[in-house]
Structure formats: structure tokens, C-alpha cells
């Protein structure tokens, strides 16, 4: 009764808000609503990685603030930095982690009964959406991606993580 009675009163001034005074979000920005997630690529397969402020290494190189592409190179020693499919930067890794639990599933029998079933239902599902003229159903599934960047003042370099599904790589920039 109290909060029908409150809610119609609030209703009735104009210099009242009907919505919470603080910001939901902090920034200002719906999420999903920023250029990052709006204007992605989509055949793009690497972590987004956003710089705030420039980078500046040992030698004086810089490397202007941005959203950037990481991609670890296939001998899995180089972070490299991407920005509009042209290399900026050549990042060593120091350490790198590869998940192998989930190699041993893709071998088994019933992964297998279960990957043969999935793709049936895709099939059966893109054959229904075409007969509506609707797009096919995407059958990638989404792999996990992250790309974060830190200061560590101690040795006075930015650390660079490097996630994508089941490989972890670190990498550094001397400052």
C-alpha cells in the first residue's frame, strides 16, 4: 500500500525523479552501447585490448592510446599488437599456460555422440530459418577472450595478459 501510494505521489511533481539519483552506470554509457562492442569486427577471433594513455618503451617508441586487436603469434613467444589488421608491436612472452584438461573430451565417445548431435539440431534449426528466410545460425560457439594491461611500478614495466580459450600468455613492455 505505502509503495503504490509513494509511487503515484512521485508521479504527480514534476521536479521529482522517478529514477534512482545515482547513475546505475558509473560511466554514463549503457554497456554494450560503446564503439568497442557496437562497431567490432565480428570475424574478428582476438581480445580487444584498450590502452587509456600512450605507451612509451626504453628505446622511445610509442604506441597512442586506442582500442587494439592481441594476437599471440603461433610459435607462442610474441604478443603482437593489431590495429586495423596491420602489426603495431612486437610484445616478448615471458610465460605462457595451456589448459590440457579439455583435450582428453575431444577424443571420448560421447563428446563425440554429443558434437554429431548438436550439429544435426543446427541443421535441422538452419533448415527451418531458411524456409523463413531468417540468416543460419552461427555454429561457432564463443570462445572466452580477454586482453588487460597493468602498470607494476616496482620494475617499472606494463605487464600484458593474454587470454583466449585455453592459452594464457604474459607478456611485458619495459618502461
Known amino acids: ?18 529514477y534512482p539519483t545515482e547513475p546505475q552506470i558509473t560511466a554514463g554509457l549503457i554497456v554494450g552501447s560503446q564503439a568497442i562492442y557496437r562497431y567490432g569486427l565480428r570475424e574478428s577471433s582476438y581480445p580487444t585490448l584498450t590502452l587509456v594513455e600512450e605507451l612509451k618503451d626504453i628505446n622511445g617508441n610509442v ?9 599471440l603469434s603461433d610459435e607462442k613467444d610474441f604478443l603482437i599488437l593489431v590495429e586495423a589488421k596491420k602489426a603495431i608491436a612486437l610484445i616478448p612472452v615471458f610465460k605462457v599456460e595451456i589448459d590440457m584438461s579439455r583435450y582428453e573430451q575431444v577424443r571420448d565417445n560421447k563428446s563425440l555422440k554429443r558434437q554429431k548431435k548438436e550439429q544435426k539440431e543446427i541443421a535441422k534449426t538452419n533448415k527451418k530459418r531458411a524456409k523463413q528466410g531468417m540468416p543460419p545460425v552461427n555454429e561457432e560457439q564463443d570462445i572466452y577472450q580477454e586482453a588487460t594491461i597493468e602498470y607494476v611500478p616496482a620494475g617499472s614495466y606494463y605487464l600484458i595478459r593474454y587470454e583466449r580459450g585455453d592459452v594464457k600468455a604474459w607478456g611485458a613492455i619495459k618502461y
Open 1 to 18: 500500500m505505502f509503495e503504490g501510494v509513494y509511487v503515484d505521489n512521485i508521479m504527480m511533481h514534476s521536479e521529482t525523479r522517478v
Open 63 to 71: 604506441i597512442p592510446a586506442g582500442h587494439y586487436e592481441l594476437a
